[in-house]
Protein backbone atom coordinates (compact mmCIF):
# COMPACT_ATOMS: atom_id res chain seq x y z
CA UNK A 1 0.00 0.00 0.00
CA UNK A 2 1.38 2.99 -1.00
CA UNK A 3 1.77 6.21 1.13
CA UNK A 4 -0.87 8.43 -0.55
CA UNK A 5 -3.25 5.20 0.06
CA UNK A 6 -2.54 4.75 3.81
CA UNK A 7 -3.33 8.76 3.93
CA UNK A 8 -6.90 8.39 2.26
CA UNK A 9 -7.53 5.07 4.11
CA UNK A 10 -6.36 6.76 7.57
CA UNK A 11 -8.67 9.95 6.52
CA UNK A 12 -11.93 7.25 5.54
CA UNK A 13 -11.44 6.07 9.08
CA UNK A 14 -11.52 9.11 10.81
CA UNK A 15 -14.89 10.30 8.88
CA UNK A 16 -16.51 6.75 9.54
CA UNK A 17 -15.19 6.69 13.17
CA UNK A 18 -17.23 10.58 13.39
CA UNK A 19 -20.20 9.54 11.64
CA UNK A 20 -20.49 6.70 14.74
CA UNK A 21 -19.50 8.87 17.15
CA UNK A 22 -22.16 11.06 16.49
CA UNK A 23 -24.80 8.26 16.62
CA UNK A 24 -23.76 6.03 19.05
CA UNK A 25 -21.26 8.09 21.13
CA UNK A 26 -24.09 10.71 21.93
CA UNK A 27 -23.64 9.87 25.98
CA UNK A 28 -21.79 10.85 29.03
CA UNK A 29 -19.00 8.06 30.26
CA UNK A 30 -19.84 5.70 32.63
CA UNK A 31 -20.07 6.64 36.39
CA UNK A 32 -15.99 5.60 37.87
CA UNK A 33 -15.85 5.29 41.75
CA UNK A 34 -12.90 3.80 43.70
CA UNK A 35 -15.07 0.97 45.34
CA UNK A 36 -17.12 -1.39 43.02
CA UNK A 37 -20.62 -1.05 42.51
CA UNK A 38 -23.27 -3.63 44.22
CA UNK A 39 -25.29 -5.24 41.19
CA UNK A 40 -27.51 -7.09 43.27
CA UNK A 41 -27.41 -6.16 47.15
CA UNK A 42 -28.49 -8.38 49.97
CA UNK A 43 -28.03 -11.90 48.60
CA UNK A 44 -29.34 -14.42 51.40
CA UNK A 45 -29.82 -11.52 53.23
CA UNK A 46 -26.15 -10.38 53.83
CA UNK A 47 -24.02 -10.62 50.70
CA UNK A 48 -23.74 -7.97 47.72
CA UNK A 49 -22.78 -9.13 44.40
CA UNK A 50 -20.64 -6.47 43.16
CA UNK A 51 -19.53 -5.94 39.41
CA UNK A 52 -16.33 -6.72 39.93
CA UNK A 53 -16.93 -9.97 41.50
CA UNK A 54 -18.96 -10.76 38.61
CA UNK A 55 -15.92 -10.25 36.52
CA UNK A 56 -13.99 -12.08 38.36
CA UNK A 57 -16.85 -15.30 38.01
CA UNK A 58 -16.59 -14.80 33.89
CA UNK A 59 -12.42 -14.70 33.89
CA UNK A 60 -12.28 -17.59 35.59
CA UNK A 61 -15.32 -19.38 33.88
CA UNK A 62 -12.97 -18.70 31.08
CA UNK A 63 -10.70 -19.95 32.27
CA UNK A 64 -12.17 -23.41 32.69
CA UNK A 65 -13.95 -23.55 29.19
CA UNK A 66 -10.05 -22.86 27.86
CA UNK A 67 -8.72 -25.75 30.37
CA UNK A 68 -11.47 -27.73 29.89
CA UNK A 69 -11.27 -27.44 25.82
CA UNK A 70 -7.04 -27.48 25.49
CA UNK A 71 -7.12 -30.76 27.95
CA UNK A 72 -10.52 -33.06 26.51
CA UNK A 73 -8.57 -34.54 23.21
CA UNK A 74 -5.15 -34.28 25.04
CA UNK A 75 -1.87 -35.94 23.19
CA UNK A 76 1.46 -36.74 23.98
CA UNK A 77 2.13 -34.26 20.80
CA UNK A 78 -0.01 -31.73 20.82
CA UNK A 79 -2.37 -31.88 17.50
CA UNK A 80 -4.03 -28.87 18.31
CA UNK A 81 -3.42 -25.26 18.45
CA UNK A 82 -5.14 -24.88 21.95
CA UNK A 83 -3.45 -27.19 23.45
CA UNK A 84 -0.30 -25.80 22.17
CA UNK A 85 -0.69 -22.65 23.24
CA UNK A 86 -1.77 -23.44 26.76
CA UNK A 87 1.22 -26.05 26.84
CA UNK A 88 3.61 -23.21 25.70
CA UNK A 89 2.88 -20.66 28.56
CA UNK A 90 2.68 -23.73 31.42
CA UNK A 91 5.94 -24.53 30.19
CA UNK A 92 7.36 -20.89 29.82
CA UNK A 93 6.09 -20.81 33.74
CA UNK A 94 7.81 -24.54 34.68
CA UNK A 95 10.88 -23.23 33.08
CA UNK A 96 11.03 -19.86 34.94
CA UNK A 97 10.08 -21.23 38.59
CA UNK A 98 12.85 -23.92 38.09
CA UNK A 99 16.01 -21.57 37.05
CA UNK A 100 14.60 -19.20 39.94
CA UNK A 101 13.69 -21.69 42.61
CA UNK A 102 15.46 -25.07 41.74
CA UNK A 103 14.09 -28.23 40.26
CA UNK A 104 12.48 -28.94 43.94
CA UNK A 105 10.54 -25.92 45.11
CA UNK A 106 9.89 -25.33 40.98
CA UNK A 107 7.50 -27.60 40.59
CA UNK A 108 5.61 -26.90 44.05
CA UNK A 109 5.55 -23.22 43.35
CA UNK A 110 4.63 -23.78 39.33
CA UNK A 111 0.80 -23.75 40.35
CA UNK A 112 0.30 -20.79 42.13
CA UNK A 113 2.92 -18.80 40.08
CA UNK A 114 0.87 -20.12 36.58
CA UNK A 115 -2.81 -19.46 37.92
CA UNK A 116 -1.85 -16.37 38.90
CA UNK A 117 -0.77 -15.06 35.66
CA UNK A 118 -3.59 -17.00 33.85
CA UNK A 119 -6.02 -15.54 35.84
CA UNK A 120 -4.71 -11.70 36.41
CA UNK A 121 -4.15 -11.88 32.10
CA UNK A 122 -7.55 -13.40 31.29
CA UNK A 123 -9.37 -10.89 34.02
CA UNK A 124 -7.32 -7.91 32.94
CA UNK A 125 -7.99 -8.55 28.74
CA UNK A 126 -11.89 -9.56 28.97
CA UNK A 127 -12.02 -6.00 30.89
CA UNK A 128 -11.45 -4.82 27.30
CA UNK A 129 -14.54 -6.42 26.01
CA UNK A 130 -17.15 -3.72 25.05
CA UNK A 131 -19.63 -4.90 27.41
CA UNK A 132 -17.05 -3.90 30.15
CA UNK A 133 -18.45 -1.19 31.97
CA UNK A 134 -21.08 -0.02 29.17
CA UNK A 135 -23.73 -2.67 30.09
CA UNK A 136 -25.93 -2.14 32.99
CA UNK A 137 -28.89 -0.42 34.99
CA UNK A 138 -29.50 3.53 35.77
CA UNK A 139 -29.58 3.91 39.46
CA UNK A 140 -32.37 6.46 40.68
CA UNK A 141 -31.27 9.68 41.63
CA UNK A 142 -32.95 9.33 44.86
CA UNK A 143 -30.73 5.94 45.91
CA UNK A 144 -27.61 8.03 44.70
CA UNK A 145 -28.78 10.46 46.78
CA UNK A 146 -29.97 8.29 49.50
CA UNK A 147 -26.34 6.10 49.37
CA UNK A 148 -23.90 9.65 49.62
CA UNK A 149 -26.44 10.70 52.67
CA UNK A 150 -25.43 7.76 54.67
CA UNK A 151 -21.66 8.46 54.14
CA UNK A 152 -21.67 11.91 55.36
CA UNK A 153 -23.49 11.05 58.15
CA UNK A 154 -21.18 8.60 58.94
CA UNK A 155 -18.47 11.06 58.22
CA UNK A 156 -20.06 14.20 60.83
CA UNK A 157 -20.46 11.51 63.49
CA UNK A 158 -16.71 9.86 63.26
CA UNK A 159 -15.13 13.45 63.79
CA UNK A 160 -17.94 14.51 65.93
CA UNK A 161 -16.83 11.74 68.50
CA UNK A 162 -13.68 12.30 68.03
CA UNK A 163 -14.11 15.92 69.33
CA UNK A 164 -16.44 14.62 71.92
CA UNK A 165 -16.99 11.66 72.57
CA UNK A 166 -20.58 12.11 74.37
CA UNK A 167 -21.69 14.25 72.18
CA UNK A 168 -25.32 12.96 70.87
CA UNK A 169 -24.78 11.79 66.98
CA UNK A 170 -26.72 12.68 63.47
CA UNK A 171 -29.30 10.29 62.49
CA UNK A 172 -31.37 9.62 59.65
CA UNK A 173 -34.84 8.74 59.96
CA UNK A 174 -36.46 6.36 57.56
CA UNK A 175 -39.43 7.06 55.68
CA UNK A 176 -42.32 4.34 56.09
CA UNK A 177 -44.34 5.40 52.90
CA UNK A 178 -44.83 3.04 49.73
CA UNK A 179 -44.92 6.63 47.72
CA UNK A 180 -41.99 8.22 49.47
CA UNK A 181 -39.04 8.50 46.68
CA UNK A 182 -36.68 9.45 49.29
CA UNK A 183 -36.41 6.60 52.01
CA UNK A 184 -35.36 9.26 54.70
CA UNK A 185 -36.84 12.28 55.82
CA UNK A 186 -35.08 15.95 56.07
CA UNK A 187 -32.08 15.40 58.18
CA UNK A 188 -30.75 18.41 60.39
CA UNK A 189 -29.37 21.08 58.81
CA UNK A 190 -25.67 19.98 59.73
CA UNK A 191 -26.42 17.20 57.89
CA UNK A 192 -28.18 18.91 54.94
CA UNK A 193 -24.92 21.95 54.10
CA UNK A 194 -22.39 19.10 54.50
CA UNK A 195 -24.01 17.04 51.87
CA UNK A 196 -24.80 19.94 49.57
CA UNK A 197 -20.67 20.57 50.32
CA UNK A 198 -19.75 17.96 49.29
CA UNK A 199 -22.37 15.91 46.95
CA UNK A 200 -23.89 18.80 45.85
CA UNK A 201 -22.32 19.35 42.67
CA UNK A 202 -22.19 15.15 41.67
CA UNK A 203 -23.35 14.63 38.33
CA UNK A 204 -26.81 13.03 37.37
CA UNK A 205 -27.21 11.90 33.87
CA UNK A 206 -31.32 12.48 32.35
CA UNK A 207 -32.33 9.69 30.35
CA UNK A 208 -35.19 8.86 27.94
CA UNK A 209 -38.34 6.58 29.57
CA UNK A 210 -38.26 4.70 32.95
CA UNK A 211 -35.29 3.38 34.68
CA UNK A 212 -34.26 -0.22 33.97
CA UNK A 213 -31.25 -2.47 32.20
CA UNK A 214 -29.79 -0.14 29.60
CA UNK A 215 -26.75 -0.37 27.32
CA UNK A 216 -23.89 2.17 26.84
CA UNK A 217 -23.49 3.67 23.84
CA UNK A 218 -25.88 1.68 21.62
CA UNK A 219 -29.49 1.35 23.99
CA UNK A 220 -31.00 4.86 24.22
CA UNK A 221 -29.98 8.41 23.97
CA UNK A 222 -29.19 10.61 26.89
CA UNK A 223 -30.69 14.23 26.90
CA UNK A 224 -28.71 16.26 29.40
CA UNK A 225 -26.68 15.75 32.86
CA UNK A 226 -27.32 17.83 35.44
CA UNK A 227 -25.92 18.68 39.43
CA UNK A 228 -27.64 16.77 42.16
CA UNK A 229 -28.03 20.69 43.60
CA UNK A 230 -29.98 20.49 40.44
CA UNK A 231 -31.86 17.84 40.68
CA UNK A 232 -33.08 17.82 44.60
CA UNK A 233 -35.02 20.70 46.32
CA UNK A 234 -33.18 20.85 49.34
CA UNK A 235 -35.77 22.97 51.50
CA UNK A 236 -38.81 20.78 50.47
CA UNK A 237 -36.82 17.74 50.78
CA UNK A 238 -38.05 16.33 47.58
CA UNK A 239 -36.65 16.01 43.69
CA UNK A 240 -37.98 19.28 41.10
CA UNK A 241 -40.24 18.34 38.18
CA UNK A 242 -41.24 19.37 35.23
CA UNK A 243 -38.82 21.78 33.78
CA UNK A 244 -35.87 21.97 35.99
CA UNK A 245 -32.90 25.10 35.23
CA UNK A 246 -29.86 23.52 35.28
CA UNK A 247 -26.77 25.29 35.36
CA UNK A 248 -24.09 25.62 32.75
CA UNK A 249 -20.93 27.16 33.61
CA UNK A 250 -22.09 31.40 33.36
CA UNK A 251 -25.21 29.97 31.71
CA UNK A 252 -28.69 28.39 33.04
CA UNK A 253 -31.11 26.13 30.68
CA UNK A 254 -34.07 24.57 30.99
CA UNK A 255 -34.55 21.36 30.75
CA UNK A 256 -38.08 18.95 30.60
CA UNK A 257 -37.25 15.90 32.89
CA UNK A 258 -40.92 14.95 32.60
CA UNK A 259 -41.48 11.25 31.46
CA UNK A 260 -37.68 10.77 31.96
CA UNK A 261 -35.35 9.06 34.44
CA UNK A 262 -32.23 10.76 36.58
CA UNK A 263 -29.55 9.15 37.78
CA UNK A 264 -26.34 7.08 36.82
CA UNK A 265 -25.48 3.81 34.81
CA UNK A 266 -23.84 0.87 36.99
CA UNK A 267 -22.25 -1.06 35.11
CA UNK A 268 -23.35 -5.14 35.28
CA UNK A 269 -19.43 -5.80 34.52
CA UNK A 270 -16.05 -3.97 35.88
CA UNK A 271 -12.40 -5.23 35.91
CA UNK A 272 -12.21 -7.28 38.39
CA UNK A 273 -8.34 -6.25 39.28
CA UNK A 274 -9.85 -2.31 39.58
CA UNK A 275 -11.62 -3.66 42.93
CA UNK A 276 -9.05 -3.97 45.92
CA UNK A 277 -10.78 -6.56 47.13
CA UNK A 278 -10.02 -8.80 44.32
CA UNK A 279 -6.49 -7.61 44.25
CA UNK A 280 -5.48 -7.92 48.44
CA UNK A 281 -7.72 -11.26 47.76
CA UNK A 282 -4.85 -12.59 45.08
CA UNK A 283 -2.26 -11.09 47.57
CA UNK A 284 -3.37 -12.50 50.68
CA UNK A 285 -3.70 -16.06 48.82
CA UNK A 286 0.21 -15.34 47.29
CA UNK A 287 1.50 -14.44 50.71
CA UNK A 288 -0.19 -16.90 53.08
CA UNK A 289 1.37 -19.82 50.71
CA UNK A 290 4.72 -18.32 50.36
CA UNK A 291 4.93 -18.68 54.34
CA UNK A 292 3.69 -21.92 54.07
CA UNK A 293 6.47 -23.00 52.25
CA UNK A 294 8.68 -20.85 54.39
CA UNK A 295 7.65 -22.76 57.47
CA UNK A 296 8.29 -26.09 55.56
CA UNK A 297 11.26 -25.53 54.27
CA UNK A 298 12.94 -23.91 57.05
CA UNK A 299 10.76 -25.69 60.42
CA UNK A 300 8.62 -23.49 62.54
CA UNK A 301 11.35 -22.06 64.55
CA UNK A 302 14.15 -21.72 61.79
CA UNK A 303 11.62 -19.47 59.78
CA UNK A 304 10.38 -17.76 62.92
CA UNK A 305 13.97 -17.00 63.63
CA UNK A 306 13.73 -14.07 60.88
CA UNK A 307 11.11 -12.17 62.66
CA UNK A 308 11.88 -13.04 66.87
CA UNK A 309 15.77 -13.02 66.86
CA UNK A 310 16.14 -12.51 70.52
CA UNK A 311 20.17 -14.44 70.56
CA UNK A 312 21.03 -11.29 68.17
CA UNK A 313 20.00 -8.78 70.76
CA UNK A 314 18.48 -5.33 70.16
CA UNK A 315 19.80 -5.54 66.53
CA UNK A 316 18.12 -9.02 65.79
CA UNK A 317 14.57 -7.54 67.60
CA UNK A 318 15.28 -4.52 65.28
CA UNK A 319 16.06 -6.18 62.07
CA UNK A 320 13.40 -8.84 62.87
CA UNK A 321 10.47 -5.81 63.59
CA UNK A 322 11.70 -4.58 59.63
CA UNK A 323 11.19 -8.04 58.13
CA UNK A 324 7.32 -7.72 59.69
CA UNK A 325 7.05 -4.54 58.51
CA UNK A 326 8.52 -5.70 55.08
CA UNK A 327 5.95 -9.10 55.12
CA UNK A 328 2.94 -6.43 55.53
CA UNK A 329 4.18 -4.01 52.85
CA UNK A 330 4.36 -6.96 50.51
CA UNK A 331 0.89 -7.33 50.82
CA UNK A 332 -0.29 -3.76 50.12
CA UNK A 333 2.29 -3.28 47.23
CA UNK A 334 0.93 -6.58 45.63
CA UNK A 335 -2.42 -5.25 46.62
CA UNK A 336 -2.33 -1.38 45.38
CA UNK A 337 0.30 -2.05 42.18
CA UNK A 338 -2.34 -3.88 39.93
CA UNK A 339 -5.20 -2.02 41.41
CA UNK A 340 -3.86 1.45 40.15
CA UNK A 341 -2.23 0.57 37.19
CA UNK A 342 -5.99 -1.24 36.15
CA UNK A 343 -8.15 1.81 37.25
CA UNK A 344 -5.94 4.41 35.57
CA UNK A 345 -6.13 2.21 32.71
CA UNK A 346 -9.82 1.91 32.66
CA UNK A 347 -10.30 5.23 33.21
CA UNK A 348 -8.16 6.35 30.38
CA UNK A 349 -9.94 3.89 27.93
CA UNK A 350 -13.11 5.03 28.84
CA UNK A 351 -11.97 8.72 28.04
CA UNK A 352 -10.71 7.88 24.64
CA UNK A 353 -13.55 6.12 23.15
CA UNK A 354 -16.05 9.10 23.93
CA UNK A 355 -13.22 11.23 22.59
CA UNK A 356 -12.95 9.02 19.47
CA UNK A 357 -15.16 11.35 17.31
CA UNK A 358 -12.35 13.96 17.35
CA UNK A 359 -9.18 12.00 18.12
CA UNK A 360 -9.86 8.59 15.91
CA UNK A 361 -6.50 7.91 15.66
CA UNK A 362 -5.08 8.67 18.61
CA UNK A 363 -8.15 6.74 20.00
CA UNK A 364 -6.52 3.55 19.10
CA UNK A 365 -3.15 3.61 20.83
CA UNK A 366 -4.58 3.38 24.37
CA UNK A 367 -6.45 0.29 23.49
CA UNK A 368 -3.30 -1.55 22.05
CA UNK A 369 -1.36 -0.03 25.10
CA UNK A 370 -4.00 -1.14 27.52
CA UNK A 371 -4.12 -5.04 25.98
CA UNK A 372 0.17 -4.83 26.80
CA UNK A 373 0.06 -3.64 30.08
CA UNK A 374 -2.67 -6.00 31.21
CA UNK A 375 -0.17 -9.00 30.69
CA UNK A 376 2.64 -6.98 31.74
CA UNK A 377 0.98 -6.77 35.21
CA UNK A 378 0.07 -10.23 34.68
CA UNK A 379 3.42 -11.35 34.50
CA UNK A 380 4.84 -8.55 37.40
CA UNK A 381 2.43 -10.13 39.99
CA UNK A 382 3.68 -13.70 39.09
CA UNK A 383 7.00 -12.61 39.11
CA UNK A 384 6.82 -10.92 42.64
CA UNK A 385 5.11 -14.11 44.73
CA UNK A 386 7.81 -16.14 42.70
CA UNK A 387 10.53 -13.94 43.84
CA UNK A 388 8.76 -13.34 47.54
CA UNK A 389 8.53 -17.74 47.69
CA UNK A 390 11.90 -18.14 46.61
CA UNK A 391 13.57 -15.84 49.24
CA UNK A 392 11.20 -17.42 51.88
CA UNK A 393 12.33 -21.23 51.32
CA UNK A 394 15.77 -19.99 50.88
CA UNK A 395 16.05 -18.07 54.27
CA UNK A 396 18.19 -19.36 56.45
CA UNK A 397 19.42 -22.24 54.66
CA UNK A 398 22.83 -20.44 54.18
CA UNK A 399 23.03 -19.71 58.21
CA UNK A 400 22.07 -23.65 58.92
CA UNK A 401 24.90 -24.66 56.64
CA UNK A 402 27.22 -22.53 58.14
CA UNK A 403 26.43 -23.78 61.72
CA UNK A 404 26.43 -27.39 60.57
CA UNK A 405 30.04 -26.83 59.36
CA UNK A 406 31.13 -24.97 62.43
CA UNK A 407 29.86 -28.14 64.66
CA UNK A 408 31.44 -30.29 62.20
CA UNK A 409 34.66 -28.63 62.17
CA UNK A 410 35.03 -28.58 66.25
CA UNK A 411 34.09 -32.10 66.37
CA UNK A 412 37.06 -33.05 64.46
Known sequence: MSKKQKILLFVLLAVVASALGKLFLNSPIAHFQLAAEPVFKDVFGMWDVTNSLIAAWVAIGIVLVV???????????????????????????ADLTESMAGAKWGRVFLPLIATLFIFIAVANWSALLPVFGTVGKVEPAEEVI????????????????????????????EVH?????????????VVVAAFQAKHGTDRLNIYNGDSGPRILPPGFRVVNEMRVNDYWDFEAWEPHHGVVDVKRKDSIIQVDITGKTVGRLVPYLRSANTDLMNTLALALVAM???EFWGIKA???????????????????IFVGFLEIIGEIARIISFSFRLLGNMFAGEILLFSFVFLLPVMVGIGILPFFMETAVGVIQAVVFAALALVFASMAVA??????????????HEGH
Request: glycine share 10%.
Open 298 to 316: NGFMGYGSRFINIKAGPIG
Open 288 to 290: VLI
Open 67 to 93: AFRATRHMTLVPTGRLQGLVESIIGFF
Open 177 to 189: DAHAEMPYAKPDP
Open 146 to 173: AHNLHKTVDELNKKLTKANPSAHEYELV
Open 395 to 408: SHEAGHDKEHGAEA
